[in-house]
């Protein structure tokens, strides 16, 4: 219980920080969705291939956004000193990570989100299976990403080329996750007729429960070195 109640304070602290930092929030969705903007005018695709693709081209699109959002917190904090004097509240290192992962969380969601009617219009995309598979897709991928995302982005935090290090340290960690989330995503789009969504969200929520448990547990060893 009090870790719920500290992590939920951590989680407010982010949301204003995110409300404050919205212009780089509208950025990180501007990003985004000029990702599917130019995959809409790839060349030598037609409009069935381009609507056969439309999931993984949601993924890349909030993988690559992930990127600007996930660091972004870290590293005001960092140039204030504000991660130390963090520490310094009596509040374990796991609350700080489970309040920062879920703000990641939600801000990649909303993202995506924000992402879906433009797939609908640009790819001709159309969720067979329903709006709330679809929507739990989503949460699943954007889990898979925010708790490993936000331990990379407090090691890369304090380096001069954080940027470039953090998509290093995650993207092939997260591989694995687009790659079931893409699939998963593709089934609730073309349909379901072999049942095999369920498989693949199992297989999501089962990198979200390792992603987040290890992430917990390490956190503390992150921030303190």
């Given at each position: 219980m009090e870790l719920?109640?500290?992590s939920r304070a951590v989680l407010a602290k982010e949301l204003l920080h995110?409300?404050?930092a919205r212009a780089r929030l509208v950025a990180t969705g501007t990003f985004a969705l000029a990702t599917l903007l130019l995959f809409s005018f790839a060349g030598g695709l037609n409009d069935a291939a381009l609507r056969e693709n439309s999931a993984g081209y949601l993924w890349i699109g909030i993988l690559l956004a992930s990127t600007l959002a996930l660091g972004e917190g870290l590293r005001v904090e960092t140039e204030h000193n504000a991660i130390e004097m963090l520490l310094l509240l009596p509040v374990s290192p796991a609350a700080i990570f489970y309040g920062k992962a879920i703000g990641n969380l939600l801000v990649l969601l909303l993202v995506g989100i924000v992402m879906l009617p433009f797939?609908?219009?640009l790819f001709?995309?159309?969720?067979t299976e329903g709006v709330g598979p679809l929507l739990l897709c989503l949460f699943a991928g954007s889990a898979a990403i925010s708790a490993p995302g936000t331990l990379h982005a407090t090691l890369a935090a304090r380096a001069r080329s954080r940027d470039v290090l953090l998509p290093?340290?995650?993207f092939p960690l997260?591989?694995?996750c687009v790659v079931a989330a893409v699939q998963a995503t593709h089934l609730v789009y073309a349909g379901d007729?072999?049942?095999q969504l369920g498989s693949w969200l199992g297989v999501l929520f089962a990198f979200c429960v390792v992603h987040w448990s290890v992430g917990g547990l390490l956190y503390s060893r992150v921030v303190e070195d």
């Open positions: 719920i109640l500290e995110v409300w404050r797939l609908t219009v001709d995309a159309t969720p290093l340290l995650l997260v591989i694995p007729p072999m049942d």
